[in-house]
């Protein structure tokens, strides 16, 4: 099996890794799914950012449905788009893609599923490894005892960014993964610090906007 992307990963974080139900609100989700995508391609060397702004550098997609599929959006605009629209943008859609993508893989099987009158579904893991493999992943990026690889660390960012916040507990208490999140932050490359920012406001926005669904 291929390594998971972030996006794969990000989505494994935002279900519970046993019952594969949402941890998430679906915003929060797609927010930070938004980010992983765009992470993915950074990493893949297909985008860079420019001013805030996503700007293609090839036109080869890496060949990984999910990420075709953004990249392709990207290549298609005629101009250039800051990263918060990218997030605003690509945030309703990828829940619904990165799981398709995942049944389709054989990761996780799709199951009806009803809370409060409200129907949804949840997606539990084929293997258990692989759906506590993103969350042993981010962990190890903080408590390795050597620097984190850039991917781990961007995981655990994009993590408490869009609103994973019992990653690290109870070792650690909020202050400490601030300041854990702030100096690995700023020892991020920018354009993908650039993307992390972008998850930061568009987390915020829905918070303060009350779109919380």
């Not at 998971?4 to 930070?32: A, K, M, N, Q, Y």
């Not at 101009?79 to 918060?84: E, I, K, M, N, S």
Request: proline share 6%.
């Amino acid at each position: 099996m291929r390594r998971l992307t972030l996006v794969d990963s990000f989505f494994f974080l935002g279900h519970d890794e046993f019952s594969g139900r949402p941890v998430l609100s679906r915003t929060s989700l797609g927010i930070g799914l938004a980010g992983a995508v765009l992470c993915d391609l950074l990493f893949t060397d297909r985008i860079t950012v420019e001013d805030r702004k996503i700007r293609t550098i090839a036109t080869r997609p890496p060949g990984i449905p999910t990420i075709d599929h953004v990249f392709s959006e990207i290549v298609s605009e005629k101009r250039a788009h800051p990263v918060r629209d990218w997030i605003g943008h690509l945030r309703e859609e990828l829940p619904s893609l990165v799981a398709e993508n995942l049944v389709a893989l054989g990761l996780v099987r799709r199951t009806p599923d009803r809370v409060l009158l409200r129907r949804r579904h949840r997606y539990p893991p084929a293997d258990l490894l692989v759906s506590t493999a993103a969350r042993s992943k981010a962990r190890s990026a903080v408590f390795g005892v050597e620097r984190p690889d850039p991917h781990s660390a961007c995981l655990a960012l994009l993590a408490w960014t869009a609103g994973v916040d019992d990653l690290c507990e109870p070792e650690l208490g909020r202050a400490q993964v601030r300041a854990w999140m702030a100096d690995t932050h700023e020892a991020m490359p920018r354009r993908i610090s650039d993307v992390i920012s972008g998850v930061a406001a568009a987390a915020a926005a829905a918070v303060y906007t009350g779109d919380r669904k």
